[in-house]
């Protein structure tokens, strides 16, 4: 039986396909809707990689084999693509790790931490300024779908 999973051939590497995540938050304010990067092989491996905490104690997070969209709260996922130039899954998990957390900073959110790591990705050469526009562009429209209130 023929493979189907996309190798890069000079490296003979799975092609490893980035998604932004958007969950719901409670009550699903466009503060609190919750976002994370998803890092997808062909061959089934998968990485959920996200800033957890409050605003004085995020902390990185990195979950194998987790599928967010099967989680009751998930809303919608943006598909970027595949990954500009052959690496692992620990290469670009470990460019993530290296994206700054702001604790203590009352604006910061897991939000501005997937926009300050899809720039990383893009500095990185990992992906395209096209792809990290689309994820910005995709995140933030689907963040204002919320059901805010007029305070």
Known sequence: ???TTRHDHSTDRPAISLSVIIHR??????????TALWLELADSASQLIEIVGGSENYRF????EADPTLSDTFYRQVRLGNMNVPATL???????ATVRI???DPE??????????????????LISSEMREFGTDGMIEAISEADDIEL
């Open 102 to 104: 702001r604790n203590g």
């Open 25 to 34: 938050g409670y009550p699903d304010f466009t503060w609190l809707r919750h």
């Open 1 to 3: 039986m023929a493979s």
């Open 61 to 64: 997070q990195c979950r194998a």
């Open 108 to 125: 910061y959110n897991c939000q501005a931490w997937v926009l300050a790591a899809l720039e990383r990705l893009e500095e990185h050469g």
């Open 90 to 96: 620990a290469q670009v998990v470990g460019t993530l």
